[in-house]
């Protein structure tokens, strides 16, 4: 996390942008049932680079964090001249991480802070003046959690962007929560995510009903998978499903 335009401010308004910052971040992440507390944070100002163990919690920091994190920004601007508005940008990238003498050491740290302080996300805020919040996915975490259908948002809610700062160049997805035509038509967005789409000029293909059983016109339960369909549950902590089978299903449409 970094606050957009911090070096702008005189003295005490960074030092009050340095008092908020953390408590808003806090707020999210209680809001979310995340526990920051657990996470190794290096302060920097007007900056956070959190590190967080992999604990099955990905989607929901994905999604109900910067969800939180959006809407408590909108409050606390809400009460705010415009000068004095809070507005971050933000980045969620995974990989192995090494606590170091001088803070954290690892390529995944270094592809963050490149993906943070990247053209995109400056010129999705200047873009859209009205939002508080811009973030940025790495491929690998939108392909993990939003292609794998593991948060409530789709590949359609993300606009495809190329990172090219120094050294570092890579995809990334643009997200403006609340801000209107962030993100580019369904057919575009789900072929740069590698998604299917139909061929130019082909039909629309309804969507399959379930095929139940107990023969025709039955009410039986569906052996179909249907993406539309699909109950996200997160699980915390270690889990042992060797041998499980995991089984939903409805009866009827």
């Known amino acids: 996390m970094d606050a957009q335009a911090y070096g702008s401010n005189n003295d005490r308004e960074q030092s009050e942008i340095q008092h908020d910052l953390p408590r808003l971040l806090d707020r999210a992440a209680r809001g979310a049932g995340l526990d920051r507390a657990q996470w190794q944070i290096q302060r920097k100002g007007d900056e956070q680079l959190a590190v967080r163990p992999v604990d099955g919690n990905e989607p929901r920091l994905v ?127 789900a072929a740069a995510a590698g998604l299917a789409e139909p061929a130019p000029g082909a039909p629309a293909r309804a969507a399959p009903g379930p095929a139940a059983t107990g023969g025709a016109g039955g009410t039986g339960i569906s052996n179909e998978y249907r993406a539309d369909r699909i109950s996200v549950t997160n699980v915390a902590g270690p889990m042992d499903a060797r041998g499980a089978v995991f089984g939903f299903g409805s009866a009827g449409d």
Do not use: C
């Not at 109900?64 to 971050?88: C, K, Q, T």
């Not at 990989?95 to 993906?115: P, Q, S």
């Not at 400056?122 to 975490?141: C, G, I, K, N």
């Open 63 to 189: 999604d109900d964090y910067v969800r939180h994190l959006a809407a408590a920004l909108r409050e606390y601007n809400a009460r705010r001249v415009p000068g004095a508005r809070m507005r971050l940008r933000a980045v969620i990238h995974q990989g192995l991480v090494e606590l170091a003498d001088n803070g954290f050491a690892g390529t995944a740290v270094v592809a963050t802070a490149r993906l943070l302080n990247s053209d995109p996300l400056y010129d999705a805020l200047a873009a859209h003046p009205e939002a508080d919040l811009a973030l940025l996915l790495s491929d690998d975490v939108f392909r993990s959690t939003v292609v794998g259908r593991h948060t409530t948002l789709t590949p359609e809610d993300f606009t495809r962007v190329t990172v090219r700062v120094k050294e570092y160049g890579a995809t990334a997805w643009l997200r403006v929560p609340g801000a209107p035509g962030t993100a580019p038509s369904g057919p575009r967005t």
